[in-house]
Nanobody, 122 residues
Framework: QVQLVESGGGLVQAGGSLRLSCTTSERAFNRYAMGWFRQAPGKQREFVAAVSWSGGSTYYENTIEDRFTLSREGTKNTIHLQMNNLRPEDTAVYYC???????????????WGQGTQVTVSR
């Protein structure tokens, strides 16, 4: 079983920044694509960003508009999502996911974290 442990959520004012982190085992980190999805109240879960198992390819949701950056830290088997210039509409529970392919569909991802709340106030 692959475990994904998320951290870094919280409350921030609009225009502020947060960094989310997701840590897994070395085996999973070097085998699966990993990424982030989010789900706002009353809305469907949506893709945010993902990175291939090798780190060679990164995929972002179009409306992120360069505000978010996804990176891999191999020595810690961790991915980070740096979120800048946050907006109230970014408020959601953010989920880390791992799966066999780099994709923007949640159906591709087999393993999920518990989620971390991000709240952006006006």
């Amino acid at each position: 079983q692959v475990q994904l442990v998320e951290s870094g959520g919280g409350l921030v004012q609009a225009g502020g920044s947060l960094r989310l982190s997701c840590t897994t085992s070395e085996r999973a980190f070097n085998r699966y694509a990993m990424g982030w999805f989010r789900q706002a109240p009353g809305k469907q879960r949506e893709f945010v960003a993902a990175v291939s198992w090798s780190g060679g390819s990164t995929y972002y949701e179009n409306t992120i508009e360069d505000r978010f950056t996804l990176s891999r830290e191999g020595t810690k088997n961790t991915i980070h999502l740096q979120m800048n210039n946050l907006r109230p509409e970014d408020t959601a529970v953010y989920y880390c996911a791992a799966g066999p392919a780099l994709d923007n569909s949640d159906l591709t991802y087999e393993y999920w974290g518990q989620g971390t709340q991000v709240t952006v106030s006006r």
